[in-house]
């Protein structure tokens, strides 16, 4: 890798649409500086420098209050990056690792008493090499307390995916909804298998994250809201809602940050519901001490 990509909007807009107080961005990445945080030699992609004062000054344009911090695949289970950036964040972050399933049980208190909160487990054939599930779920039965597991994947092998879920001995939250087809609308059969996956437990969490990865029809992503509020309303109980900037891998359609703010009331129409999915729900993942 020689290329290094830019998958950021360099001017979002400001959204019309005004989250409420305390509202959390729960996914999103910090890229390097690399010069500081040099990326995996495994890493699938080599992205531009995106650091915690680019995020900070997005999340303050964006009407946010948080963030969650997501380890990036390109940074590999070198949390060095995403723990400077909680580190920067004056409280106002925290994190999921990305960890050697081997990691020890000090290592994983090093990282809870340094503000991480949940491992992901990634299954994008694109983006890691291995993805050992029961080395995965030896890791999940020592998280420390409170912890949960997000797990990435597509929906082409999420019933194969299905016992190792059931298997998962805490909390789940799955990105992005597992990447459903949305075209195929509410009733499709994405969303349908990802209902049952969702109705097998009820610590089962999700994110309705990411038109611009989801819907090929493009902004504003009408496919995306029409598919995915129902399933918002259905499961309200159990939703967190992030930007993904800066957009791993977007550099051909790099999304305007104001306008993936302004699905939040497509999919979230009333502010019950957009109380729940920015503020209720997050905290109760990531900051369930303030509760």
């Known amino acids: 890798m020689t290329d290094r990509i830019t998958s950021w909007h360099s001017a979002p807009s400001k959204p019309a649409f005004t989250p409420p107080p305390g509202a959390v961005d729960a996914h999103c990445h910090v890229f390097g500086p690399m010069a500081e945080f040099p990326f995996s030699p495994k890493a699938k992609y080599l992205p531009e420098d995106a650091g915690p004062d680019m995020l900070f000054a997005l999340r303050d344009h964006l009407g946010f209050s948080r963030n969650v911090i997501v380890q990036a695949s390109c940074h590999g289970t070198d949390n060095a990056a995403t723990l400077n950036g909680i580190a920067l964040s004056g409280g106002k972050a925290r994190g999921v690792a990305v960890v050697d399933p081997d990691i020890s049980a000090e290592d994983l208190a090093d990282l809870h008493a340094k503000g991480m909160r949940g491992v992901r487990f990634n299954f994008l054939k694109r983006l890691v090499d291995n993805a050992p599930k029961d080395k995965f779920l030896d890791l ?142 997050p905290m109760r993942l990531y900051w369930p001490e303030e509760l």
Not at 140 to 156: N, Q, S
Not at 176 to 185: A, K, T, Y
Not at 193 to 200: D, K, P, V
Request: aromatic letters at 8%; a negative charge.
């Open 140 to 281: 999940a039965a020592r998280l420390p307390e409170g912890w949960h597991v997000v797990i990435y994947f597509e929906a082409d092998i999420l019933e194969e995916l299905r016992p190792f879920i059931a298997a998962i001995p805490v909390p789940v939250v799955v990105d992005h909804m597992g990447r459903p087809d949305v075209s195929q609308g509410p009733d499709g059969e994405d969303l349908k298998a990802f209902r049952r996956l969702l109705e097998s437990r009820d610590d089962i969490w999700f994110k309705p994250t990411c038109p611009d990865r989801l819907d090929a029809s493009g902004d504003p992503w009408n496919d995306f809201a029409a598919a995915i509020a129902p399933l918002v309303e259905d499961y309200q109980d159990r939703v967190i809602w992030g930007t993904d900037w800066p957009h791993p891998n977007m550099e051909k359609n790099i999304p305007d940050d104001g306008h993936i703010v302004d699905m939040i009331p497509r999919i979230a129409p009333t502010e019950e519901l957009q109380q729940k999915l920015l503020v209720t729900n």
